[in-house]
């Protein structure tokens, strides 16, 4: 999808894809348990829930790492940063969602 419509993304919109990316991630997890846990390797949700959290995880380490190497800045506090620009989207700061990929300088 092209930068110019992830711009213009509603608040709505936004909680909707990050509801769709919490869905990827517990689904990737309960995955893992039936896994880890049952021994179960060929589950008829395997195929599934790597196809749709492998890219939102790879591209979540990938923005870990960069805030670590460029702004020294630890994970936890990577997310309580996102976590707050996620609700100043579209407000009184004039963030877009475009906005959230880089720091405020």
């Known amino acids: 999808m092209p930068l110019q419509v992830w711009n213009h993304l509603s608040r709505s919109q936004l909680n909707d894809v990050t ?30 829930s790597l196809r749709s ?3 939102l995880l790879g591209a979540g380490l990938d923005r870990i790492v960069h805030a670590s190497y460029t702004e020294d800045l630890d994970p936890l506090d990577l997310a309580a940063r996102a976590e707050v ?13 475009v906005d959230l990929l880089e720091p405020v300088r």
């Open 19 to 48: 509801k769709a990316f919490r869905i990827a991630m517990r689904r990737l997890y309960r995955t893992r348990n039936i896994i880890l846990h049952g021994g179960a390797t060929h589950g008829v949700a395997l195929e599934a």
């Open 53 to 55: 959290a492998a890219p």
């Open 85 to 97: 620009a996620l609700q100043l989207v579209h407000g009184e700061t004039g963030l877009t969602t």
